[in-house]
């Protein structure tokens, strides 16, 4: 993990390794199973970045009778985020009632969790919190506070364990930030 990567021409820098990231996983999940004792979650996957911390955060969480969905967002163009939010899949069942935990892969901004948990809200479930493996919160523009954070960081730019850059790198198992100088 001491190579540098080089993707669409910009230098990425190794950040977080894969032992860490499940050091936190571990941490995220113990603390989501003690909220919901004795409750039934839904877990919500934000696609496509957060698919690796979902299924790892999932099975952790070891909670048999939890069910699993997944919502599609987009908002990013390369290394930016273009400031409007596009729902591409939405929440196909009804959430009245149900405690509902939406996995993201990344607060920067603030705005596509603040828009996905005002729109689930008036579906009347009986709770909803939020997790995310990572939080940019110097790059808020909402104040959005998620319950749950597996690592705070820096408003740079990151790759790897389920983020892109324009759809590549996702497959990476450890996390990379832009190399700046
Ligand atoms: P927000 O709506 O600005 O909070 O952005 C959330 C979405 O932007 C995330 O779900 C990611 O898909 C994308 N995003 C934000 N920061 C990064 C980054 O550093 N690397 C890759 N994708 C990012």
Redesign the pocket.
């Known amino acids: 993990m001491d190579k540098l990567l080089t993707v669409d021409g910009l230098t990425f820098q190794p950040f977080i390794t894969n032992e860490e990231i499940q050091k936190q996983v571990k941490r995220v999940a113990g603390e989501i199973r003690e909220d919901l004792k004795g409750r039934v979650p839904l877990f919500v996957c934000?696609l496509?970045?957060?698919f690796m911390f979902a299924a790892d955060l999932i099975r952790e969480a070891a909670i048999n009778d939890a069910h699993i969905n997944f919502v599609r967002?987009?908002?990013?163009e390369g290394?930016a985020?273009t400031g409007k939010?596009k729902e591409l899949m939405g929440l196909n069942e009804d959430i009245e009632g149900k405690d509902v935990v939406i996995i993201?892969?990344?607060?920067?901004?603030?705005?596509?969790?603040s828009m996905m948990v005002a729109d689930l809200r008036k579906r009347n479930p009986r709770s909803i919190r939020f997790a995310t493996l990572?939080h940019?919160p110097a790059?808020s523009?909402t104040g959005?506070k998620p319950d749950y954070v597996a690592f705070e960081i820096e408003p740079?730019?990151?790759?790897g364990y389920g983020?892109?850059?324009d759809g590549k790198v996702r497959n990476l198992k450890d996390i990379y930030v832009i190399k700046e100088d």
């Open positions: 934000v496509n970045g957060a967002y987009s908002s990013y290394t985020s939010v993201e892969d990344i607060v920067d901004t603030g705005l596509t969790a990572l940019k790059s523009k959005f740079k730019f990151i790759i983020l892109d850059l």
